[in-house]
Nanobody, 125 residues
Framework: QGQLEESGGGLVQAGGSLRLSCAASEGIFDRYGMGWFRQAPGKGREFVAA????????HYGDSVKERFTISRDNVKNTVYLQMSSLKPEDTAVYFCAAGHVYRDNYASTNPYELWGRGTQVTVSS
């Protein structure tokens, strides 16, 4: 069992919604900021959203602002990504990541030390 495990992916029609979850192993969650990235076929890993360790600060990629919301439950050791108004271009494998994230590095993959295996999100037109 990995330290980060995503769930909630699937097939949805354009305009629909999905909520992704990422469960973290006990003992690691409260040490890290958390992020979501995605990777479409033939493309690099793209920053989606990040949330600070105590959930006081969130950041979003330009392509998902106003549509996606990141949140975390530090009791359940879980981070969520609520996705609304989904578009076909949101189709990708979505990865959860944990790391020491700060205001100037959250969108880079570099600070993230732990990664989940990913969950597929497919948006049909």
């Amino acid at each position: 069992q990995g330290q980060l495990e995503e769930s909630g992916g699937g097939l949805v029609q354009a305009g629909g919604s999905l909520r992704l979850s990422c469960a973290a192993s006990e003992g690691i969650f409260d040490r890290y900021g958390m992020g979501w990235f995605r990777q479409a076929p033939g493309k690099g890993r793209e920053f989606v959203a990040a949330i600070s360790r105590r959930a006081a600060i969130t950041h979003y990629g330009d392509s998902v602002k106003e549509r996606f919301t990141i949140s975390r439950d530090n009791v359940k050791n879980t981070v969520y990504l609520q996705m609304s108004s989904l578009k076909p271009e949101d189709t990708a494998v979505y990865f959860c990541a944990a790391g020491h994230v700060y205001r100037d590095n959250y969108a880079s993959t570099n600070p993230y030390e732990l990664w989940g295996r990913g969950t597929q999100v497919t948006v049909s037109s």
